[in-house]
């Protein structure tokens, strides 16, 4: 089992940034890769980005490539998504995910609870 707990969610006018945090626990973290997903009010959810255990490898949706940044830190079990210029359509509830295998599809084994960003215009 691997519980995750997302944070940093909030209210920011467009153009400003964020920083949202996964903590994770339960399971070997270092070996697990870490996706961000993402779902707006009366829509599917989607994917926003994706790192490797290792970190060495990520993957964006093309919406917020160039904006956005996820890393990692395996020492605190912990991952990030930096996103910065954000705009209204941002405007969802995040979503952290943990599983075996890194991938762009909703297909990962543990999700934490969501935490809300909503971006002004």
């Known amino acids: 089992q691997v519980q995750l707990v997302e944070s940093g969610g909030g209210l920011v006018q467009a153009g400003g940034s964020l920083r949202l945090s996964c903590a994770a626990s339960?399971?070997?973290?270092?070996?697990?890769?870490m996706g961000w997903f993402r779902q707006a009010p009366g829509k599917r959810r989607e994917f926003v980005a994706a790192?490797?255990?290792?970190?060495?490898?990520?993957y964006y949706a093309d919406s917020v490539k160039g904006r956005f940044t996820i890393s990692r830190d395996n020492a605190k079990n912990t991952v990030y998504l930096q996103m910065n210029s954000l705009k209204a359509e941002d405007t969802a509830v995040y979503y952290c995910?943990?599983?075996?295998?890194?991938?762009?599809?909703?297909?990962?084994?543990?999700w934490g609870q969501g935490t809300q960003v909503t971006v002004s215009s």
């Open positions: 790192i490797s255990w290792s970190g060495g490898n990520t």
């Open positions: 339960g399971r070997t973290f270092s070996r697990t890769a």
């Open positions: 995910a943990a599983g075996t295998i890194v991938t762009v599809d909703p297909q990962y084994d543990y």
